[in-house]
């Protein structure tokens, strides 16, 4: 057989784009590559979650595998071979964690295996769970969210038929506050984005019509409580992720147009510019022409790292401005902009549009920065300030520390 790879070990452009469109095709319909593989071989990480308390990760691969990583003690086990690929989801403040088997069933399960909770479920999309295990909520592929399961399975966003994962290529991103609140980050589009929350546009409706709009798929800051949105956190365009800090004060969000924002939850009508790494913050409403430079503030830009050689547009800047994920790394609301097949990430406060540090991940082995379907594939512990990434080519893990006082942050362990 041909050799396929390159001398770095990587593969050929050409064969690297075919096996991406055999990916997306996999993906998008839900499916699971591999199942031909040895129960041992992990295909790519899909969906993580890390435990409150840094010690445990929970992964669900492209191979259908499900395994529990033991970070303390550098050790994996595989628990599956039968897993809904986007189903991995730790429960805050609980060493418990949520996965799906391809049968449908959803388990609320302990480190040590004991099933607290399982019912029949669909194909979920990506899901999240409250420390009380009272508030379930899901994605389905075409992106509606329901609460609950069984006779109290109830829609809280149904409005369209699209967009989905397969429309646009990425997950419905859902993330979980201490308070309540809930965010959704889908894809963003001004003019739906800025259309109002009332009877004539609710996030549930009869579908007895073909509709293609969902006014809900942007940024979207809901009340678990009430199953109601708060606010739609307009302003982002294209693929968009978000994040909410854990006390739910602050929503960040970063786009592929590398639009980044932040909102305070007190105030959600507002919302804030975060610096573009070699522009700094664009000046709204100056009047002056597209192009002059006096649109930008760079007062409180720091240097961007460079790259070697420059890439095919003759730019070394290594910027994390296209954005494929956002985590906050602590309970001080400091937070990660993760760029689009970077290896480099840009730490951030909350509420400051300045970045404060960048942070080299490693390209050996390199993070899943490369895809907004595996968005998921990336998570943090705010309290134990952990991050763990999986692998853009393999099955593994890799887990960093972050020091709040140093403003480090240091590999720990590559498990694979």
Known sequence: ????????????????KSVFALLVVMLLTGCALGSKQPSGTLGPVMALGVSSDGRYAISTHLSKHLVLWDIERQQREILSTNANIYSAYFINDRDAFLWQDLNDQVRVQTIDGEVIQQFTHFPTYGH??????????ASTKTWDIYHGHDESLTPVMRDSHSPSVVGSGKMLKLRLAENGYLVSAGTGFGEVDRRPIDSEHPPVRKLDKLRFSSNYAGVVLWDVNTLKPIAKLAGNNVKVDAAISP?????VSGDENAIALYWNTKSPEMNYDLAAGVLGVYKRNTGL????????DKSGLI???MADKPNRWGNRHLTTDITVALAFINDSQEFLRFGYRSHWVALFEAGNPWPQKYFDLGDDPYPSTASYLRSLSIATAPKAQVLVTGHRYDGGITVYRYDPEARTLTREWVGE
Request: net charge neutral; hydrophobic share 35%.
């Open 247 to 251: 006390d739910g004060q602050w929503v």
């Open 1 to 16: 057989m041909a050799n396929i790879r390159s001398r770095g070990g990587q593969l050929e452009p050409h064969v690297l």
């Open 128 to 137: 999240v769970m409250d420390d009380s295990l009272k508030h379930y909520l």
């Open 303 to 305: 240097p961007v790292p």
């Open 289 to 296: 022409p597209v192009g002059d430079p006096r649109k930008w």
